[in-house]
């Protein structure tokens, strides 16, 4: 062997900067201490709301940005997720700490069931199969008597805290650490998979199907098994949110604006980059809750105007979203010239 | 003993005869040379015995195998690496990711799919290339790419096509002695070359296409005295 080989097999596999992993475990502290340095109930509420669309979107990042596959039906795993804690616990008092994994499960399924027939498609068709995939999620439930049609499902509140039931009426403060842990595993989970061989697999199927093939990589099974991955990460956030706001209706959690915003988050933050939907959602989740809180209601679609034209400077100046600023070498590899 | 042996496979597209009852056979350790001038069927032959087109008819066996049929993933999987004529690099990746892709087939710890990867890299000559993405890379670079990705999945059979197209004459001697090593490493190989002198040079047995037939097959130096391949695609062939 030569001393160049033996140079290169010696350096460590993933980029190890103590700094680099001081400073991640300096913000998870900050994190974590962040309530209790005074924010009050809207920020509490826009850090919850950061952290469940970060997630959101890291979970539609797997799909388009690790194995190239766009999805914009996304929302349908994300109400599934909703209304399998909201109906078991309406349905037969079942806490939420279980029905969370039914969701899971459910969301796993559905993805299947439709990643078997739709990931055939490629491209463009795939996209539109499903969009109208999520639309007819929603049709379903509008009419489906079982999980409450239109009105949805209430609910029942309990008379206090209740950990047991993923209640909390008095503050925001243990919603905040439940959708931060699940924010912090789902990003460290995904963190994992970006370095495994499934990761290698999954990139090599988006960047080329054909030379993936000639790699012994069955191109089909893999875009299943992120879609699959995919949805179970979005069911979680739509079992969370149900419990945050105890009323769900298909308008609200199969709504197409949520497959668009994922989207949004994912494309302004960074694409492909595990990174990207954090960047993504701290950015966009503050613009849309203060153009609602200064503009009332909806926002007065101001947060859509802005969308827009930040994803138009996006697409334009740097494709490969906000995380392009940082230097790749700090984030992702070592990369030596 | 034979790696490869492919009976009358046949391929057409609409009225166009790609490949006509092709036939022909590979020893192992060998180098067979594919030849033929431009819509000779060459890459369609790859794609037929890599799964990647359907045949009409005929078969393919691989170690006495037959491999009709199975997709390209499984083809792969049995020991049938390829790289391709237009390239398929996974441009936003690095060189070592890219051959990484091809280890962990054999390899699934992280660590030894990577050093493994980086042997190979070094056996191609661009360890100093390892963390560039491979869209940053040269045309001959990248063609050193596609084999030492292919070569991860420690192939019995490589089909190349056309390593030396498309590159500049500098860089053609260098990839020519790559495929001699990796002859020398127990790697059979079917190569499509357009490059006369070099298919002389390398090959143990030629094949030689025009029009989707079959016009000769054998030695270099019965090809090169094969008055059908010479009207067709030698012309006056001055083997010095």
């Known amino acids: 062997m030569n001393d160049k080989l033996l140079t290169a097999q010696a350096e460590p596999l993933w980029n190890t900067d103590k700094k680099i992993i001081s400073l991640i475990a300096g913000i998870v502290l900050l994190l974590f201490a962040l309530p209790h340095l005074g924010l009050n109930s809207f920020y509490l509420h826009l850090m919850i709301m950061i952290f469940m669309h970060a997630v959101m979107a890291q979970s539609w990042n797997v799909i388009a940005g690790f194995s190239g596959q766009i999805s914009l039906g996304h929302g349908a795993f994300f109400g599934i997720g909703a209304y399998a804690t909201s109906f078991f616990y309406v349905q037969y008092g079942i806490s939420p700490w279980i029905s969370i994994f039914f969701g899971i499960i459910f969301s796993g399924i559905a993805a299947v069931l439709i990643g078997i027939p739709m990931l055939r498609l490629s491209g463009h068709y795939f996209a539109i199969a499903t969009l109208l995939i999520g639309i007819s999620f929603q049709v379903v439930f509008q009419r489906w008597d079982l999980v409450g049609a239109a009105s949805g499902l209430w609910v029942p509140m309990t008379s206090g805290d209740s950990w047991l039931a993923l209640q909390f009426h008095t503050s925001k403060m243990p919603y905040y650490y439940v959708f931060l842990v699940f924010f912090l595993i789902t990003f460290y989970l995904v963190w994992i998979l970006s370095r495994s061989k499934l990761g290698f697999r999954l990139r090599a199927v988006r960047d080329d199907p054909q030379a993936a093939l000639s790699l012994c990589i069955n191109v089909s099974n893999y875009k299943i098994i992120a879609y699959v991955i995919s949805a179970m990460i979005m069911a979680p956030m739509g079992s969370l949110f149900a419990q945050y706001i105890l009323i769900i209706d298909p308008d609200r959690v199969f709504n197409i604006e949520i497959s668009i915003i994922v989207l949004l988050i994912t494309v302004l933050g960074g694409i492909g980059n595990v990174w990207g939907p954090l960047l993504g959602a701290a950015i966009l989740i503050p613009i849309s809750e203060y153009s609602r809180i200064y503009l009332g209601g909806t926002g007065g679609a101001v947060d859509l105007i802005l969308y827009g034209l930040i994803l138009m400077l996006i697409c334009v100046f740097r494709p490969d979203g906000l995380i392009s600023f940082v230097p790749k070498n700090i984030l992702e590899r070592k990369k030596q010239r | ?240």
Not at chain 2, 23 to 50: C, Q, R
Not at chain 2, 175 to 195: C, F, P, Q
């Open chain 2, 1 to 240: 003993m034979k790696i490869l042996s492919v009976e009358n496979l046949s391929r057409a597209f609409g009225g166009i005869k790609a490949n006509n009852n092709i036939s022909f056979e590979v020893e192992e350790g060998s180098i067979l040379g594919v030849i033929g001038p431009n819509g000779a069927g060459k890459s369609t032959l790859f794609d037929l015995i890599t799964g990647y087109t359907k045949a009409d008819t005929g078969e393919v066996k691989f170690f006495e195998k037959n491999i009709y049929g199975l997709t390209p993933d499984r083809i792969s999987n049995l020991g049938i690496g390829r790289t391709f004529q237009k390239l398929k690099p996974f441009a936003d990746q690095t060189l070592l990711e890219n051959v990484m892709i091809g280890s962990f087939v054999k390899e699934k710890n992280i660590k030894k799919a990577r050093d493994k990867a980086l042997e190979i890299i070094d056996f191609v000559d661009l360890i100093e290339k390892r963390h560039h993405f491979a869209k940053e890379l040269s045309t001959g670079q990248r063609k050193r790419l596609e084999m030492a990705r292919a070569m991860a999945i420690e192939p019995k059979l490589l089909l190349m096509d056309e390593v030396t197209g498309g590159v500049d004459q500098k860089t053609i001697p260098g990839l020519v002695e790559l495929i001699k090593k990796l002859k020398k490493s127990g790697v059979t190989i079917v190569t499509i070359e357009h490059n006369i002198n070099i298919i002389m040079e390398i090959s143990d047995n030629i094949l030689a296409l025009d029009q989707g037939e079959r016009i000769a097959y054998g030695s270099p130096k019965e090809i090169q005295n094969n008055k059908l391949v010479v009207d067709s695609y030698l012309g006056t062939f001055d083997a010095a």
